[in-house]
């Protein structure tokens, strides 16, 4: 047998005995005795030919058929370690008392503590400090010695469960062993081991064996084992397992078993009804919910971060000075229309048939939050999302806070909603969204007669206080900003009376266009926007154009790349949110719209872009509020232009994803451009983009632009913390690339 390299032999020294040579015990006897941990692993067994096979296997080194014996030869730092079936423990404790000295280490590898830990103290009259509770969550469908495998507990989890009474140098010692042996160790308390266990191993087993003597016990069973492939193979593996071991740890932990037994059969109960009453609401919701769920935790399991938030698997970018970009794209889904789409076809009567939705983090995290809160939402799949709609009054209280990872819009517009609800709700998200400004959504809030608590200094986390009469308010925004706008309309569906909101300056209006194709009458007139509760949402069909915001990038690039021409297909064109076509053609940009029409109520075109020699201008601040997600790319385009490019009136940007005129700032001067912040805005000079090295700060229009940047270096670009611009545009590396980009992912 191969022997591998001695990594702890240092740390342990002793001798290991294992009592009980089955599966488990052997694993660790063999994995132990290769990586040399001990001085010597001794077995013992009731079974003479159980022995003799560990022997012959290389298993132990040693053995001894009389226990009496063997405990009574360990002394000081020795380890034994108890690995027979759960029920026959208490009798091995016995012996310990007996013959085992109170200065050795013992432990255990039963798959349910509370049993053993009680019989411990029956025994012992106390918890001994020599005893160290242990489980390794690892095994196999096969059993006995024969099936030993050294690499068992390679990248698996055991959990320790110390009592106050258990020697803390014994704890660590014993959590040494399993280390040593490839183990990750975790402690817990005996009570939580056990309620977990039963949920996460214990009733799958009984499921296994259940649906397995069902079928074995139905007249026909040699027909139905015939032809059960896939499915019954997958879930019915592990009712191969050792049944003594399986009946011992039924009957072991039995009342938490129990209880999460009598929720699945409720839960089995209510699948039969809508099986039988043919509600295929509910057998979708189970389905869906279930898939995600099973996704999720696939994602915990092989340890990957749900949602890249920063600090988790950072991602930079390395960008080449390229030439020309050339071709066709379509750019991902636009995203304030996604979230839209998702939270009003969630507050629809019927079903709402999303397409073109943008699978990024932002839209993604709405989608959750609805989930949680009860919605059947299918997908999405290349796009589609079927969103079954619970009507205004139907949303369900969610079983914990709401995580919106890095998205404000989802944050600043389901606070308008929930502030409606009947049930209590909490919002928190990422370390960039838990200091972004949500005193402008909990004024106007509170005004209605919600009740709204922020974290200290007005930022998330947000708690909302359910059952509220909201009151309509007539409300004027302090600043240009949809989510405010939204967030007020939104509260207005549940406020008696009528809403009205005025706005300084035209701010996009997808809330109010996407009210009016679900058949909710909203009246806009001058800068005042007006909607009556009482009114419900008609679910339908909303096919979501590619976003403006995302299609900047690449019409900026394509400006400042000579001998560029491309076409970017069916972008959203509407007129509160086309102030980057309007300032890049002020700066003598080339872009045409071509085939132009209406999709679901917006506006889209396909866009043509050529080169242009740019030139600075003095932004209008008009356009401010309908170029505002933009300003970092126009940035890199004013770097690009001939002469001076002036920004104000662009207050706002401080308070985006990053402070996103200091972040372009800093960077652009890195990059060799005289760029100079002012309260409100920029005076950027263009010139000549030298490489260099610049941080994101995690904002993905900040680590898209600087990208683009790239195009017109010197030298390379290396753009640190972009993970987070899949928040926006999953895709973007591989599109940058397919027009003619050289970027590329590396991790940081
Ligand atoms: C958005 C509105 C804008 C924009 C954000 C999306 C929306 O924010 O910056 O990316 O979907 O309503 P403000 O309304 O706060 O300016």
């Not at 009984?206 to 499915?231: C, K, Q």
């Not at 071991?245 to 129990?258: C, E, K, Q, R, Y």
């Not at 030139?615 to 170029?627: D, F, R, S, T």
């Amino acid at each position: 047998m191969s022997e591998l390299p001695t990594a702890n032999s240092a740390a342990l020294s002793g001798r290991l005995l294992v009592v009980g040579l089955g599966l488990i015990g052997g694993s660790l006897a063999l994995a132990a005795r290769q990586r040399r941990l001990f001085s010597e692993v001794i077995g013992t067994s009731r079974s003479a030919s159980t022995l003799r096979e560990a022997l012959e296997l290389g298993v132990v080194d040693r053995v001894e058929s009389d226990l009496p014996t063997a405990l009574a030869a360990m002394g000081p730092g020795d380890i034994v370690v108890v690995g027979v079936p759960t029920l026959t423990v208490p009798k091995i404790i016995a012996q310990l008392k007996e013959h085992l000295a109170p200065e050795v280490i013992f432990t255990d590898v039963a798959s349910v503590k509370g049993s053993i830990v009680t019989a411990i103290k029956a025994i012992y009259g106390s918890v001994p400090e020599q005893f160290v509770p242990g489980h390794p969550i690892a095994g196999s469908e096969k059993s006995g010695v024969g099936a030993s495998l050294p690499n068992l507990y390679d990248n698996h989890r055991v959990i320790l469960t110390p009592l106050t009474e258990t020697g803390e140098a014994h704890t660590a010692r014993v959590s040494a062993m399993w280390s040593g042996v490839g183990a990750t160790v975790s402690e817990m308390s005996v009570e939580e081991h056990d309620e977990v266990l039963a949920a996460t191993s214990h009733l799958p087993h009984l499921l296994a064996y259940s649906l397995v003597d069902t079928l074995a016990g139905m007249e026909e069973n040699g027909e139905i084992f015939r032809y059960a492939a896939g499915g019954f193979r997958d879930f019915t593996r592990i009712a191969a397992s050792d049944p003594i071991m399986w009946h011992d740890i039924t009957l072991a932990n039995s009342s938490a078993i129990v209880e999460v037994l009598d929720s699945v059969t409720d839960h089995l109960q209510s699948l039969r009804k809508a099986i039988l009453s043919g509600d295929s609401e509910h057998l979708l919701g189970v389905f869906t919910r279930a898939k995600e769920a099973r996704h999720r935790f696939q994602i915990m399991l092989d340890n990957k971060a749900y949602l890249q938030t920063m600090g988790s698997t950072e991602v930079q970018y390395r960008v080449e000075p390229s030439g020309v970009l050339q071709g066709h794209a379509r750019v991902p889904g636009d995203k304030s229309i996604s979230h839209r789409a998702i939270m009003l076809g969630s507050l629809a009567e019927g079903i709402t048939e999303v397409s073109g939705f943008l699978e990024g983090e932002d839209s993604l995290a709405t989608l959750q939050a609805f989930r949680d809160m009860g919605v059947v939402i299918e997908g999405p799949d290349k796009g589609r999302v079927v969103v079954h709609g619970v009507g205004l009054q139907g949303l369900k209280a969610p079983a914990g806070p709401l995580y919106l990872g890095n998205s404000g819009t989802s944050m600043r517009l389901l606070v308008g909603i929930l502030a409606g609800q009947p049930f209590d709700s909490v919002l928190t998200g990422d370390e960039s969204l838990s200091t972004r400004p949500m005193k402008r959504v909990a004024d106007p809030l509170a005004l209605m007669g919600a009740d709204i608590e922020t974290g200290e200094g007005g930022t998330p986390p947000l708690r909302i206080g359910g059952n509220r009469a909201l009151q309509a308010i007539d409300y004027q925004l302090p600043m240009a900003s949809a989510q405010v706008k939204s967030c007020v309309l939104l509260a207005g569906l549940y406020a008696s009376g009528e809403t009205s909101v005025s706005e300084p300056a035209p701010t996009r209006d997808h809330t109010e266009r996407m009210l009016r194709g679900f058949g909710y009458k909203v009246k806009t007139e001058g800068g005042q926007v007006t909607l009556t509760s009482g009114g419900t949402l008609q679910g339908g069909v909303i096919d979501v154009p590619s976003d403006i915001s995302s299609a900047t990038f690449f019409m900026v690039a394509a400006s400042i790349a000579d001998g560029s021409d491309i076409t970017l297909s069916h972008v959203g064109i509407n007129p509160t949110r086309i102030g980057v076509i309007n300032i890049l053609r002020l700066m003598g940009g080339d872009i045409t719209l071509l085939n132009e029409r209406l999709a679901g109520g917006e506006p889209v075109a396909d866009i043509r872009v050529r080169s242009a020699d740019l030139k600075g201008i003095a932004i209008p601040e008009e356009q401010v509020p309908l170029a505002i997600d933009e300003f970092p790319a126009i940035f890199v385009a004013a770097a690009c232009a001939k002469g001076t490019t002036v920004l104000t009136g662009a207050e706002e940007l401080r308070v985006k994803e990053s402070d996103r005129i200091q972040a372009m700032a800093d960077g652009l001067a890195i990059l060799g451009i005289s760029a100079e912040s002012t309260a409100d805005g920029m005076v950027i000079e263009g010139g000549q983009i030298q490489s260099g090295e610049v941080d994101s700060l995690g904002d993905h229009r900040i680590a898209m632009s600087f990208t683009i940047a790239g195009l017109r270096a010197s030298g390379t670009i290396l753009i640190r913390n972009c993970s987070n611009v899949a928040t926006s545009f999953p895709d973007f590396v591989e599109l940058s690339n397919s027009l003619g980009l050289r970027v590329s992912e590396e991790n940081q």
